[in-house]
C-alpha cells in the first residue's frame, strides 16, 4: 500500500489534479509553487568552508594570519548573494510579481551594505592618487588618516609587522 498524503486535513492515497508531492512525500502543494532548494546553497557554503579551511594552509599564509571565520564569512557573502538573485528569478518565473518585493529588499539591502563597507574602506585606506603632486587638502588628510591608522596597528603589533 503506498503512503498516505495530507491534501486539505485529510489522507489521501493520491494528490488531485493540479496538486503534487512536496519533496518529503507527505503532503500535497500546488503543482503552480516553486519548491524551496537548499541543497545548492549548502553546497556553495560547503565549498566556501573548504576554500577558507584550505586557506590556512596556503604558501601565501606565510606569517600565520589567514582568518578562516573571514573568509568564509566572505564567501559566504558570495553565495547569499547568488541566493538572492536566484530568488529574484524563480519568484519572476513563477509570475507572482508583488512577490519580488523580499528579494529586491534583500538584494538592495545587500548592495546598499557593500557600499557602505567600500566608502568606509577608501576614508581608512584611501586608493593612490593618480598624481601625486596634485594632492587635495582632502586627499592628505585622508593619507595622513590611514598613516596614524597603520602606527597604532603597528605599534600594538609589532611583534608581526
Known amino acids: 500500500m503506498p ?19 512536496n519533496f518529503e ?24 568552508l573548504i576554500i577558507a579551511i584550505g586557506g590556512k594552509f596556503s604558501s601565501k599564509n606565510v606569517y600565520g594570519q589567514h582568518r578562516v571565520l573571514l573568509s568564509f564569512y566572505a564567501m559566504g557573502g558570495i553565495a547569499d548573494g547568488l541566493a538572492i538573485w536566484a530568488q529574484l528569478l524563480f519568484t519572476l518565473i513563477q509570475g507572482e510579481l508583488w512577490h519580488l518585493a523580499i528579494p529586491g529588499t534583500a538584494l538592495f539591502a545587500n548592495y546598499y551594505l557593500n557600499m557602505l563597507y567600500t566608502r568606509l574602506w577608501n576614508e ?17 588628510k585622508l593619507i595622513n588618516k590611514c598613516d596614524r591608522h597603520f602606527d597604532n596597528w603597528n605599534g600594538k603589533y609589532q611583534n608581526i609587522a
Open 3 to 21: 503512503p498516505l498524503l495530507l491534501y486539505n486535513q485529510t489522507c489521501v492515497g493520491a494528490c488531485p489534479q493540479g496538486f503534487r508531492e
Open 25 to 48: 512525500g507527505t503532503v500535497c502543494e500546488p503543482a503552480g509553487e516553486l519548491p524551496i532548494i537548499y541543497f545548492p546553497c549548502m553546497i556553495l557554503l560547503f565549498l566556501a
Open 124 to 140: 581608512l585606506d584611501p586608493p593612490k592618487p593618480k598624481n601625486e603632486e596634485q594632492l587635495f587638502l582632502k586627499e592628505v
